[in-house]
């Protein structure tokens, strides 16, 4: 009983049993190899025990769900990755293709030929065929398509309509529609002649002739009231539900905000087209988390562990190309004042400690406005009351922390005019910080970009120039 | 039918909706209390007014999911987000606590006094009582225990026994049970006495009479399948389950991963004692994200928008001071160079290039690895393959970049040798911040503190110095 969670806490643990397993093949195989020159009787022993490790790998391998035999491939060597995946892929391909993150998926699916990907397409429900299509050979593309049913064909092409990001590219039909005139015991007659219903199917949806959503029936009405309710006696007729093109980030904030288990879909025309499970929505949180957290850093795409050194670095390089030229920009602001720095050395010293603290405090301020931004929570009625509090903190902080560097400079290099320098210039460059801070997120949100992704970079662009120049500016001014 | 969605997608507009009703209410009663000396018949139709603006805003509010309230209430300043919670607090006041933010929950406490306090609880379940009490002055929690009845508060006390983030501390008792031997009829007519069923239930959890977890029913199965179908028959016997110590984090990867809507919970011995819903642990997941979010620049605690600035500015201090000492000894590495500065100036205007290209692609690193860390991809049959391709990446990039930085140096100062320092010292730095982007989060990890915190500001203190150390280093050696 404790075996399936077991896989979820030690994953590690698991990948390292297959890994044992595949060795102990490998070890016998290259043995084979080595003594071909061998009695025919030997050969077989070996060749048997080989068989037996192979099986008790097939045999592992099938007891796993397949979001765990997704994890084992992307944490296994190309050539060990290839040998698991030809033993798992005929029974759950599919299955562990849905659940591979993008990169590992691109590589399994540039490896099979034509006949497989038909293979596995056919298992698959239409919602899981948009979801691999785009990762498909043109060509396979449209066998697959060709080899559905009408219906299916129909649905997968819608799905495959809409934009990446809205509800009605993640949507599914796992879905159950009943009429708002019918009694339960019609309802659940129904349900016994269809015989299996999934355990993502938590609510019927209630719908009128022509398909308009009328409501929603959670089934476990069905289980507590008696068998001649009318469905529109126990419906939620003001139900929350989704249009096909409202954004999958909504739709998951009104999935954590409300509690929901699953919700309908319904297009323009107030037609149920289709429905969205809480297990979808987890994913795709699942997901953009950790894409932020990756494009914080400039990685536009996730890295399989294992692919070659000189893709990893390439998918690197736009960032870092950004951040040399804003650094560029920055050394040149110094090297305006070169005399200066050249008569009074101590500053090139003292001048890192300006700009650090000013692209610190900044990015304070980013990360709260990022969050209000992602809670809904910044609008015109505080927009000018955060304003406010960002620059008196940034103005606070300028001049209890400028005292502490002025001290700081005071007590190494004894000049009073020196230590006033480093107060002042604290205090503007973290106004100019928190000024940066507050608007530079706003505008990427404003110009329909994600803040997560430049905000930061171009904040410290703004305080290592604006720091160097306020900081060696007011020491031309005042010190020489 | 489209309400409830639309507070959803325009908080903002809903807000605007509620401060408008309350401003005309306040208007009104700056009126009535500046003409007091006016005819009592004046002053009877203001109020008249008044109170119609106070049912407007009372129905509007009253037709608010709870977690909309909350949200309202924390964009709200202090005055008015007082006049607000008075309007709503009798009804949905222990809801709206639940689903408001650790600040503002406890900002909205401090101001209830005792005895509705008492009220709020008596209305609350025992998981959601046990989530409030932390927040709660000591006389009042001792008060809310012994007005519980005896069952209630033994869960509570269950509860709050188990530390945060915790699956004990999470759970909920919102479950119902059977035995195994019973047919599906007595189940069903055991449901329809019991009268209502939430819909968080989708599961039966089976338990043998000593309340030992045996197997897991879909309350689909009883749609389905026939009267006389027995529990056992049906149910799922070797279902995914947690112990109350599992860590949240472990719960809601499980979760996502294999995409369940609510699991039993167990003691040590076996015996199920509550469960877990999907809902609580996308609760849990949102809140991580956010508090990681904020932990990532040195924010301890979500800030309330409309908090002092004093207490806010307070709130990023540790971190900056951090930040400061790091920078100290930044700028003591450069003190250090101090002759070879003022010989050669160019070096002050180029140094933080090295230091700063060091920064970035180190935290690149970090990212990735936090990543591997949080994926559980991170193990000892694959770290040394990860340190050689991120050390491979860091000399590629510094070769690279390194070349773009000198050519860029050569352009400016003419001088070959001084190109090529600025070469070699941005590969060096590259490789100091491939390992230090490598060794620092798995060592905070080790140490089992959370790599999200700490890692970006100690590699940028090394980066930083060692990028100074390294290229002032080269050119006092070989360009004096």
Sequence with gaps: MRDELQHQKNLQLLLNQVIELMNKKEVLNTLVHKQEQNTPRQTLIQSLAERENLAHLRQKLGSLHPADIAFILENLPLKQRKMVWDLVKDQKGGAILLESSEVIRKNLISEMPHQEILDVAQRLESDEIADLLPYLPKESTLDVLTSLDKRNREQVQSLLG??????????????????????????????????????????????????????????????????????????????????????????????????????????????????????????????????????????????????????????????????????????????????????????????????????????????LIIRGLALNQIGTNNFRYLLFKEISIGLINGLLWGSVVGLFAYLLYQQPSLALVMVVSMILNLFVASLAGVFIPLTLHRLGRDPVIGSSVILTAITDSMGFFIFLGLATWLLL
């Design 162 to 367: 809409f934009p990446e990001g809205t509800v009605g590219a993640l949507m599914d039909f796992d879905m159950i529609t009943v009429r708002e005139d019918v009694t339960f015991e019609v309802v659940l007659r129904y349900l016994h002649l269809r015989g299996h219903l999934s355990e993502q199917v938590t609510q019927l949806f209630v719908v009128d002739r022509t398909n308009i959503l009328k409501g929603l029936l959670p089934i476990q009405e069905l289980l507590v009231r008696s068998e001649d309710t009318l469905v529109k006696q126990s419906m939620i007729d003001q139900p929350i539900y989704f249009y096909t093109d409202d954004t999958a980030r909504e739709a998951a904030q009104a999935f954590e905000r409300y509690g929901l288990i699953s919700a309908p879909v319904v297009n323009a025309h107030h037609e149920l087209v289709g429905c969205l499970g809480v297990d979808m929505v987890m994913d795709f949180m699942h997901e953009t988390t950790q894409k932020e957290l990756l494009n914080q850093v400039g990685l536009q795409e996730e890295e399989d562990i294992f692919s070659p050194v000189w893709k990893s670095a390439r998918n690197r390089w736009a960032w870092l190309g950004v951040n040399i030229i804003m650094a560029f920009i920055a050394s040149r602001t110094i090297g305006l004042f070169e005399n200066t720095i050249e008569q009074l050395v101590a500053l090139a010293a003292l001048m890192p400690i300006i700009a650090n603290i000013g692209g610190n405090t900044g990015n304070q301020t980013i990360a």
